[in-house]
């Protein structure tokens, strides 16, 4: 199988060898390449051109966002966003998911040759779903379990297996990765303002689910905002599960709100679309409909069948219009979708099966 070959993008020499030998575990992918500085990446690329570039922000010379604008308009190819995160910073590399970037990896600003160490997973499934979103008609190889991907179980125990009594109120659980940002503004966008509550896990790192949350609430007719605590689930509202945290639905009398806690990871995540959906099974059963959108991997495949027995109505998007096809393409498999469509087409879709 032919490898991902990866060039390194970063100011810092520590940085660039350690992602260089955790990318270089993967037998899956090749560092052909690593550059202290735009202007050293780019006279690089000349000689050989990466499939992915892994792209820091704050950087001498040119900054990591100028340089994502040059290549997009230039010479198109996946970049991972892996960045120091401050308040601005989030606002920056939300901007660098605007101008194409495919993910975020959060860089602290302290201990950083060991975050990287203990986020190889993330770091090489980052990159390969990078990967896979630009070159879709290449089938990816198989995948190398290196450690075990915790289920739901970690968090939340299986539905009991009883119905939930039917109320008026719907509520929506949505699912989404790789690609997600974009798909989730054109999902929220066409949602009315009396559009039935909604809770959502986008993978992304701690802090910049505020920013995102934040950005579009503005873009947006309904309340987009990160669940805290405790947050009601209303009409005309959506909750974005804060990075680093899960979020579960639950239900007091007919009324339902949000729980945010710790937890271990699963499916490699936190929050972890499986852990919404399962609670979704658990706490609205048949008052719930299910989305689970463009991403890597099969986090929410398992939550879904788990919605769909409990009487909930589910919708996976198509592989045309998503980035990375993983996430859907699983829920599809176990029989956990009702329907599949195009991104367009799914809030529409919700509203029908919400009876708006």
Known sequence: MKKIKVMV?????????????????????EVIATAGDPFIAARKMNKEMPDVITLDVEMPRM?????????????????????????????????????GAVDIIQKPRLGVKQFLTDSRIMLCDAVKAAAR?????????PRKEVEKKLTADAVLAPPNGKSMPKTTDKVVAVGASTGGTEALRVFLEAMPIDCPGIVIVQHMPEHFTTAFSKRLNDLCRIEVKEAADGDSVLRGRALIGPGNKHILLKRSGAKYYV??????????????????????????GANAVGVIMTGMGDDGARGMLEMKEAGAFNIAQDEASCIVFGMPQEAIKRGAADKVLPLDNIAMAVLRACHI
Do not use: W
């Open 9 to 29: 993008v970063d100011d810092s020499a520590v940085v660039r060898q350690t992602m260089k030998e955790n990318l270089s575990s993967d037998p899956e992918i």
């Open 63 to 99: 900054d990591g966002i100028t340089f994502l604008q040059k290549i997009m308009s230039q010479h198109p190819l996946p970049v991972v966003i892996c960045s120091a995160l401050t308040e601005k910073g989030c606002q920056t590399t939300l901007k660098a998911l605007e101008y």
């Open 133 to 141: 979103a630009r070159i879709k008609r290449i089938a990816p190889g």
């Open 259 to 284: 729980e945010v806690k710790e937890g271990p990871l699963v499916c490699r995540h936190r929050p972890s679309v499986d852990v919404l959906f399962r609670s979704a099974a658990r706490y609205a």
